[in-house]
């Protein structure tokens, strides 16, 4: 499955795309503090892209610009029950913060999870002192609806996405 969006391509990754360059974000302070999984070898990443792709409950695509892997985005789980999955991005790329990726990339992969899989409300967690990521979610229509010890948590009503 493909999703093509003004800039960006998204598709669901393979252990092909498991390369140094990816694992270099593994290793960024700042990409740190914000993954729960981490990787230390190829071999790893690999386990954790098939691992993915092989679950049912997922949808994990790479961002891809011009051919080049710049991020991730994931929807798990997928909640077919419920309308609801929940999201996690990583822009891995240091040069491709703070310039509308997650937007674009979310927006585009937020309407076919509601075109494919019937999904109507997208979850996320956030840090609350991520600000720049809790403001770019705000502007996406994202709205609190939990604030735990753990983080703020947010929800898209995709019934009000075009």
């Known amino acids: 499955m493909k999703i093509d969006t003004e800039r ?3 598709r669901e990754l393979s252990d092909s795309d498991a390369s140094e360059r990816y694992l270099s974000w593994f ?3 700042t990409t740190q503090q914000f993954i729960a999984k981490k990787a230390e070898t190829i071999s790893q990443l690999k386990e954790y892209i098939l691992e993915k792709k092989t679950d049912k409950n997922c949808l994990f695509l790479g961002v891809f ?3 080049i892997h710049i991020g ?6 997928i909640d077919i029950s419920k309308a609801q999955a929940t999201m996690g991005i990583l822009i891995g790329e240091k040069d491709w913060r703070g310039k509308g990726v997650a937007g674009e990339v979310i927006m585009a992969s937020s309407i ?6 019937g999904i109507n409300r997208i979850l996320l967690g956030v840090e609350q002192e991520n600000s720049a990521a809790v ?12 604030v735990t010890p753990d983080g703020l948590y947010m929800s898209l009503e995709l019934n009000s996405v075009n």
């Open 65 to 67: 610009y011009q051919g």
């Open 27 to 29: 290793q960024d302070t």
């Open 8 to 10: 960006f391509h998204l």
């Open 135 to 146: 403001q770019a979610y705000n502007k996406l229509g994202f709205v609190k609806y939990k």
């Open 72 to 77: 991730n985005i994931k929807y798990e789980p």
């Open 112 to 117: 076919y999870l509601r075109e494919h899989y």
